[in-house]
């Protein structure tokens, strides 16, 4: 029993840290560009719309590398 607690505890470890690095990549993706733009004043709707698109390339890339 203790051989399969072992196993189920490391591959869950294992997962859990995949997870909590995948939305720490997400959160800095989306937080610096709307903040760098931000400082230079441009409108919500741009600094948004900028910040989306750059969430969406990190999303592709960081869950090619780090799932696959």
């Known amino acids: 029993m203790d051989i399969v607690t072992e196993s189920l505890k490391q ?3 294992e997962m859990a840290m995949k997870l909590i690095t995948f939305t ?3 959160l800095a993706a989306y937080s ?3 903040l760098l733009l931000g400082l230079i ?3 919500h709707f741009i600094k948004h719309s900028v ?3 750059v969430v969406l ?3 592709y890339f960081s869950f090619a590398r780090i799932f696959t």
Do not use: E, K, N
Request: aromatic share 16%.
């Open 51 to 53: 910040s989306v698109l």
């Open 24 to 26: 720490i990549v997400i």
């Open 11 to 13: 591959s869950f470890d």
């Open 41 to 43: 004043r441009l409108p």
């Open 57 to 59: 390339g990190a999303f």
């Open 32 to 34: 610096i560009p709307y």
